[in-house]
């Protein structure tokens, strides 16, 4: 008897002990899933770093108001992108992250010095102002003044344009009449995707972006700007309701043609290079306005080509609109830019007097 009892009393401490191994260990292994990950956020203005924040994966931040206070300046919010797309934009009352990342503030100068610059839009398609404008391409007086946003009075250095688009239409704003701090699609604060949509990053980013207009109507465009701070610089556009032009003014061909001359060059930028900086020039087929190049390209790639006249910019160019025949059609797919399917040697041929681009591979 007092054997088995012996059994029976060592089998329950056995068990007794495996239960407390295993509650013990589940705990530690409870534990361990419960700890949670620490991550840092790095707080920036432009290039310039104000500080860091430590944090816990997926709990909000605290300790960061510090870096909203800089004298003279506004603060805007924080944004994900350094380009403080509107997209982009965190409220840290209520945003977590569940990795370290990094935030840009946005910061509006107090005292905005004057904006002497003049402003205007250009691009091609059916609108008689961007048609004639051809890219910002050499113009008389009377074509630049048509695309000129002017002064609205109403705040500094805002400046507004209202004008009929319809689709297919593409167009920036730039100033002075020159391309350096080009403003394109990303430097709209909000957009409506049923009525414009991006062009595609030519220089790498959306604030470069042709605005392709999706539909037509009577638009007004306003820009704000801070002449020393670009990433100010904002875009807003409304639709005010149909086109007003005529069916006559919007099937006229644009008066403005380009005339392809012995000064004539075509060239051709793409992914290859992750900002579009490599611009390679096409050869001349003898005695014709036909320009070709052969090109080893990976996957995916996209291209597009341009129409020089003496060495400079005429502001044209070519992308998958210009690709018209079936053969060609079949090696790229369906994109903005001219994208190959698969990689391999291809050779692409412009015909300067139709402006569209011929694929073999």
Same mark, same amino acid.
């Given at each position: ?204 980013? #959306? =604030?470069? $972006?042709? /605005? ?11 820009? !704000? +700007?801070? @002449?020393?701070?670009?990433?100010? #610089? =904002?875009? $807003?556009? /409304? ?11 919007? !099937? +006229?061909? @644009? ?107």
């Amino acid at each position: 008897m007092k054997k088995t009892l012996k059994k029976v009393f060592s089998v329950i401490l056995a068990t007794s002990v495996m239960m407390c191994v295993c509650a013990c260990g589940g705990q530690k292994d409870a534990a361990k899933e419960t700890k949670k990950e620490e991550i840092v956020v790095t707080f920036m203005n432009g290039d310039n770093k104000l500080g860091e924040v430590n944090g816990i994966a997926g709990e909000k931040l605290t300790g960061y108001e510090k870096y909203e206070n800089i004298q003279d300046f506004e603060f805007l919010g924080w944004y994900e992108t350094p380009t403080l797309l509107e997209t982009s934009k965190k409220d840290l009352s209520s945003a977590t992250f569940d990795a370290s990342t990094t935030l840009y503030g946005s910061f509006k100068s107090t005292k905005v010095a004057e904006d002497s610059r003049k402003w205007y839009i250009v691009g091609t398609g059916t609108c008689p102002e961007l048609a004639a404008s051809n890219w910002a391409s050499d113009v008389e007086d009377d074509v630049k003044a048509s695309c000129e946003l002017k002064a609205t009075g109403k705040a500094t250095n805002e400046f507004s344009i209202t004008v009929n688009l319809y689709e297919g239409d593409q167009f920036q704003v730039i100033h002075d009449w020159a391309w350096d701090g080009q403003k394109g699609y990303g430097c709209f604060t909000s957009i409506d995707d049923t009525q414009m949509a991006n062009g595609g990053g030519l220089g790498g980013s #959306d =604030t470069t $972006s042709n /605005v392709n207009v999706v539909m037509d109507g009577n638009y007004t465009i306003t820009l !704000t +700007t801070d @002449p020393d701070n670009e990433l100010q #610089d =904002t875009l $807003s556009i /409304v639709r005010n309701g149909d086109a007003t032009a005529t069916e006559e003014e919007k !099937t +006229t061909e @644009p008066e403005t043609k380009y005339t392809v001359s012995e000064a004539t060059g075509i060239t051709v930028k793409g992914s290859w290079v992750s900002d579009w900086s490599d611009i390679k020039e096409l050869t001349r087929q003898t005695g014709t306005n036909k320009f070709s190049i052969t090109m080893d390209l990976e996957a995916g790639i996209e291209l597009y080509f341009m129409v020089y006249d003496n060495g400079e910019d005429t502001g044209l160019g070519m992308n998958s609109t210009a690709v018209v025949d079936d053969a060609s059609k079949a090696l790229i797919e369906d994109a903005y830019n001219i994208k190959v399917i698969n990689a391999g040697t291809y050779t692409f041929t412009v015909d300067a007097d139709t402006m569209t681009v011929e694929v073999s591979k």
